[in-house]
């Protein structure tokens, strides 16, 4: 059928059946990306199909990985620099288009990773079957990139699914486990790994007819009247959770979606365009950026053997024993140590919440489970390859604490410390062995935040660097490398937009409308329901390490709320009465104004201090500190980081704000050494 047609991205074969199979295997990667010469190839394949008419047409991956990740993003980026988005939306949706016209049936058989385009081109076919792994996952996740799906997710998903199904996939980027996909009719029927080609033939042979109630709920919910009353909900769902403003593209989707008709010819129309437009917003620039940040995080210590297998924890506490339980998960062997096992059983209960949330059932639980040990003589230190302290924010504490562990050591075991601020070169002073010390700094809590500091110190090994790194990958964190300087990156940068919170907090601005304003200019969370959930106590301390060093005060009140037993979301009191995990905010009276600079004087400081982390050479470059910053912090995605807020804001805006700040309000706010830095007016690489 394809004599004399050779093709770089795919394999084609045909069985007596005349079924035809296509394995797309995309060269010099090792994942399937859909660039635009997968794409054009493909082009070329449907077009012979067309004329051949085969039986039937099955397309799977040749690639371990899975299916295929989506769309090239490089190439995205070169598209827009182009102005050739719409161009290229179009090529891909005419190709699709021509797949799903095919005379034939046609099948994707799908494993492992099947996201954006993967799953569009798997929409295309008319019958999908699916690997039972938890390693399946397809979904549209382009949102998180700042735009939707453009080559025919908008179209296709809800009509195949129903828009109560589709529209929360695509609006929040979550993808479907294999179960769910079949629950739902995304796939038409699941299989084991290595009956995925046989039961795809299968279904080219005789295709499955989904049941009634499925088709019905596709029908009924698109359309014309449906959409026009269920539109103006969903958007006011999105409304609660994200800004428009911040993030145009949920409410962008959610519009094609309502004016998309019966044709798909003007559904197509309506989604390419508006993902032409937003392609050019400063959002999906930025969020894009985020997305290549974080794959560069994921990639560190690829090269590196990290040589553990069992990891020792040292303190049971919060901290301390979810670091225990998320290594035990991700496959290490670990024991938990504390003074006596009260202090560690509250630990192991919270590890079995989490695995049998992660893993879905109690009998799957029990693997991890079986892993984390609890040992309060501390025998596990002599067998450990890596031994991570966790113990309470002092100094002479930890040192004592190193000077029993290391007599211990037999090799090159590692010494880590998860203190939050502590410079290293003081913690490290009586070690015999500094070269295998660090920091490896975790944040609260350890089950959603995705950063880890590796921290850095005078007398470290570069190879103790690249195995700690190694070993974030693999528990599934992304590690940026700090210097060992008091704060570290992540708390220099916060500590200032908490203390500058509570201060103003303590002059009488309502602490809601503080949040509020910190969520206006797109924090997660806002600054005052932070601090308790993070902890006073925690604020307190690091507060008190860093406030010499920072020029920065405890605001007045902190310690008489911890000596009243308000720390926060921990005891139920802090700044909010807390119930049921959520703070209650007092209402504000109506007539309340805050001040215009309230928003500048919780963020500027942030910014200032990231210019001074810059100049401070606290990480190797400015695009490492926007990542870390957004990880560790959450800082607003879609500015793209403290340092690119400051490229696209200006450097000159921004310094004149801190000095009018400084002028009304203190010399805390006095630009820091770093804003006459060259690399502050450029754009950056990523």
């Not at 700042?146 to 929360?168: C, D």
């Not at 009465?577 to 109506?590: I, N, Q, R, S």
Request: glycine share 8%.
């Amino acid at each position: 059928m394809f004599e004399g047609l050779r093709f770089r991205h795919w394999q084609t074969g045909c069985d007596d059946d005349g079924i035809v199979t296509l394995a797309l295997d995309r060269a010099d990667s090792s994942a399937n990306a859909l660039s635009r010469a997968v794409i054009e190839e493909l082009d070329e394949i449907v077009e012979r199909l067309a004329i051949e008419a085969p039986r039937g047409v099955v397309i799977h991956s040749a690639k371990a990985t899975g299916f295929a990740v989506g769309a090239d993003v490089h190439e995205f980026i070169e598209f827009a620099r182009q102005d050739s988005v719409r161009d290229n939306i179009r090529n891909g949706q005419k190709v699709f288009q021509k797949l799903a016209s095919l005379p034939c049936t046609t099948v994707a058989a799908i494993h492992g990773a099947c996201m954006g385009g993967g799953t569009e081109l798997a929409l295309a076919c008319d019958q999908r079957v699916a690997v039972n792994d938890p390693k399946t996952r397809i979904g549209l996740p382009e949102v998180m990139l700042g735009i939707h799906p453009g080559w025919g997710g908008t179209a296709r998903l809800p009509r195949l699914i129903g828009a109560p199904q589709a529209l929360p996939a695509m609006l929040t980027g979550r993808p479907f486990s294999a179960g769910r996909a079949r629950a739902v009719g995304l796939v038409d029927k699941l299989c084991e790994a290595d009956a995925l080609l046989e039961t795809a033939r299968k279904l080219a042979h005789r295709p499955r007819k989904r049941p009634f109630k499925q088709r019905f709920v596709a029908w009924a919910t698109n359309l014309w009247p449906t959409r026009q009353v269920l539109a103006p909900m969903v958007r006011k769902q999105t409304a609660a959770k994200v800004r428009k403003e911040h993030y145009p593209a949920p409410f962008a989707l959610i519009e094609v979606w309502r004016r998309g008709g019966s044709d798909i010819r003007q559904r197509l129309i309506l989604e390419a365009n508006s993902v032409t437009r937003l392609a050019a917003t400063p959002t999906a620039r930025n969020l894009i950026r985020v997305f290549f940040l974080q794959e560069r995080l994921k990639k560190l210590g690829a090269d590196t053997e990290h040589g553990i297998d069992r990891v020792h924890v040292i303190g049971a506490g919060v901290m301390g024993g979810d670091i225990a339980a998320w290594s035990a998960l991700k496959g290490f062997q670990v024991t938990l140590q504390d003074r006596e096992m009260k202090y560690i059983q509250p630990a192991l209960d919270r590890a079995r919440t989490l695995y049998e949330k992660k893993l879905k059932s109690a009998e799957k639980a029990a693997e991890p489970m079986a892993r984390l040990k609890a040992d309060v003589e501390g025998k596990g230190v002599a067998d450990a390859d890596l031994v991570i302290e966790a113990i309470y924010e002092n100094a002479e504490a930890k040192q004592k604490l190193y000077a029993g562990i290391e007599p211990q050591f037999q090799a090159d075991e590692l010494l880590a410390s998860n203190t939050s601020s502590i410079p290293l070169d003081e913690l490290r002073a009586n070690l015999k062995h500094p070269e295998r010390f660090l920091g490896l700094h975790f944040f609260n809590p350890v089950a959603k935040m995705p950063l880890v500091e590796v921290v850095r110190h005078d007398r470290m090994d570069a190879q103790t660097e690249k195995r700690a790194l190694a070993f974030c990958k693999a528990i599934g964190k992304l590690p940026v490398a700090v210097a060992g300087t008091p704060g570290f990156l992540v708390n220099r940068i916060l500590m200032p937009y908490l203390l500058e919170s509570i201060r103003m907090l303590g002059e009488g601005v309502p602490g809601a409308v503080l949040d509020k304003a910190a969520r206006k200019f797109g924090m997660p969370m806002g600054p005052i329901e932070l601090a308790d959930t993070v902890g006073l106590d925690v604020c307190v301390s690091v507060g008190k390490e860093l406030a010499p060093f920072l020029g920065l005060q405890i605001p007045p009140g902190m310690e008489d709320r911890l000596e009243d037993g308000k720390r926060g979301k921990k005891d139920g009191r802090g700044f909010y009465v807390w119930e049921d995990g959520k703070p209650k905010k007092p209402d504000v009276d109506a007539d309340y104004k805050a001040a215009d600079d309230i928003t500048d004087r919780m963020i500027l400081p942030m910014v200032n201090e990231a210019v001074a982390c810059l100049h401070d050479g606290v990480v190797d470059e400015a695009d490492l500190l926007d990542a870390g910053v957004i990880f560790g912090t959450g800082f607003a995605p879609f500015r793209g980081g403290p340092i690119q807020y400051v490229r696209e804001t200006g450097v000159d805006e921004l310094r004149e704000r801190l000095q009018t700040l400084a002028r009304s309000h203190g010399d805390r706010f006095r630009p820091r050494e770093g804003w006459d830095l060259p690399l502050l007016r450029e754009q950056s690489t990523v």
